[in-house]
């Protein structure tokens, strides 16, 4: 079983930085497909940004020139570096490991972690 734990989550004023981290427990996985969504209140969780390795990831439009996400497969985790942040990015962000072939509700998801833009 894995286990993801997120953190780096807070409050920051728009145009800030915050770096989101998550670090998963149980087992390898170097070939699995890492990412962070993200979900508001009313609306389904979406994508926002996922690397299946080193070099290779993919955006969601929003973000794509102020976020950026890498890992690190020695220590299991994955990071999102989000810059340039604005209110409308306040969210509660959740890690996730992709499971081929398998429904999204039983991919490996994090607990979530919030993040708050004022403007």
């Known amino acids: 079983q894995v286990q993801l734990v997120e953190s780096g989550g807070g409050l920051v004023q728009a145009g800030g930085s915050l770096r989101l981290s998550c670090v998963a427990s149980?087992?390898?996985?170097?070939?699995?497909?890492m990412g962070w969504y993200r979900q508001v209140p009313g609306k389904e969780r979406e994508l926002v940004a996922r690397?299946?390795?080193?070099?290779?990831?993919d955006y969601e439009d929003s973000v794509r020139d102020r976020f950026t996400i890498s890992r690190d497969n020695a220590k299991n985790t994955v990071y999102l570096q989000m810059n340039s942040l604005k209110p409308e990015d306040t969210a509660v962000y959740y890690c996730?490991?992709?499971?081929?072939?398998?429904?999204?509700?039983?991919?490996?998801w994090g607990q979530g972690t919030q993040v708050t833009v004022s403007s």
């Open positions: 149980g087992s390898n996985l170097r070939n699995n497909v």
């Open positions: 996730v490991v992709v499971r081929d072939g398998v429904p999204r509700s039983l991919w490996y």
């Open positions: 690397i299946v390795s080193v070099g290779i990831t």
